[in-house]
Each structure stands twice: as C-alpha cells, then as structure tokens.
C-alpha cells in the first residue's frame, strides 16, 4: 500500500542555519503530497502542498518540490527561526484520506 | 471564521467503559475525518464521511471503534469497551470535499487517557 517515510528527529539547528527534511513516498499513481506543522501545544497545520509532479509548493519561507523522478517531496527552508520549532508531517493523499509519514521534530536554538 | 472544533478537549476513563467524542466541522464543508495520533503508532486515518455516501471505515482498528455524522454536519466518535491502547489523541478533520487535492484542516484534538 502507500506510504511515507521521513527523516528521523530530532533535528536541532543553530538560528539562520539551512534547514531540509527529507520526505520520500511509496504510492500507486500520483497523490497529492502535503507538508503539516504542529506547533508545540497546537494543533495540525497545513504549511504547504503540490498537487502534480514538478509543482512546487510554498509557504512561510519554506519550500517543498513533487519529484516523481525520486518520489520525494523533501522540505527546505534557506534560514530557520526559533518559531519554526515544531513537528513537521510530510503527508499523501490516498483516495480522500491522509498517509503520514512519522515526523520529524525541529528544535532551532537563538 | 470558526475552525473545527472538538470536544472534549481531554477526557479520562476507566478501562472497560465508553467514550463519546464530537467534533464540529468548519461551516459548510461536506467531508470530515477523523485520525489517531499516538506515540507508538504515528497519525493513523480511522474514518471518513463524504456528503451522503457511506463512510470509509477502513482505518477503524476494532468494531469498538464506529462514528456516525449527523445532518451533514457534527460527528461523534464512539468507543465502547475501552482499553488502555486505546490512549492517543484523536484529531477531526474537514475539508470542501473529498477530493486528493483538497486541503483538510484539523482540530484541536481530544486527548484520552485510558486508566
């Protein structure tokens, strides 16, 4: 069946470091592809999507491109701020429903 | 506008009993879901209802497990007989319509501890 996995956390990083989070799919055909963030004490939030191959999703700075080539979607920002800290969830669609990866939590320190 | 709201926000029982949670979804969208967030096992999809179809109940881990949604709108999930794996936090989810491009926004979340 379909899957995601991510990179395993935590990952810690200094403020103003890059940042990427590895994200790759197992799918039949091709889904839809999203990018969640759980701030500490909240709850899930989209930050980004991409919809078909090559699409690049955005959002806050952050960056994710649908690779069908390599079936990832791994997510980038250029420069981190201690308010990105959260779990971030790389996620499919399959037929309505969400496939999420494990999570990657972030911590970045000033 | 208002988001999707759940409730209760934390409930404790004893193993054995039954819980009900309720989630409210965002005025006007026609499909709502509901997932488990647990530590051992991640974010599971447990159920989905779209419009007046019948529900994919395919994530549902037991027949303990069963949710209705009515009128369209509000939905309870149903738990009888709990165990203590049955401790996660359960997220509601709402979106236009079911479709693989749609964007589901979530809840808050009930967290439940099973004593």
């Known amino acids: 069946g379909n899957s995601v996995t991510q990179m395993e956390g935590p990952v810690t990083l200094s403020e103003e470091a890059f940042l990427t989070i590895n994200c790759t799919y197992t799918?039949?055909?091709?889904?839809?592809l999203f990018w969640y963030v759980q701030y500490p004490g909240e709850g899930l939030q989209l930050l980004l999507k991409a919809t078909k191959a090559d699409d690049k999703g955005s959002n806050k700075g952050f960056e994710a491109t649908y690779r069908k080539e390599t079936t990832s979607f791994h997510l980038e920002k250029g420069s981190v701020q201690v308010s990105d800290s959260a779990v971030y969830f790389c996620?499919?669609?399959?037929?309505?429903?969400?496939?999420f990866g494990q999570g990657t939590e972030l911590s970045v320190k000033p | 506008g208002a988001g999707v709201s759940q409730s209760p926000s934390n409930k404790v029982t004893e193993k054995g009993k039954d819980v009900e949670l309720r989630c409210d979804p965002i005025?006007?969208?026609?499909?709502l879901y509901w997932y488990r967030q647990s530590l051992g096992q991640g974010l599971e999809f447990l159920i989905y209802?779209?419009?007046?179809?019948?529900?994919?109940k395919s994530g549902l881990p037991s027949d303990r497990f069963s949710a209705e949604r009515t009128g369209g709108s509000v939905s309870t999930l149903t738990i009888q007989r709990t165990q203590q794996e049955d401790s996660a936090v359960y997220l509601c989810?709402?979106?236009?319509?079911?479709?693989?491009?749609?964007?589901?926004?979530f809840g808050p979340g009930t967290r439940l501890l099973v004593l």
């Open positions: 209802f779209q419009g007046n179809s019948a529900p994919d």
């Open positions: 996620a499919l669609n399959q037929g309505g429903k969400l496939i």
């Open positions: 005025s006007g969208h026609t499909a």
């Open positions: 799918a039949t055909g091709y889904p839809s």
């Open positions: 989810a709402s979106s236009l319509v079911s479709g693989g491009e749609e964007t589901q926004y």
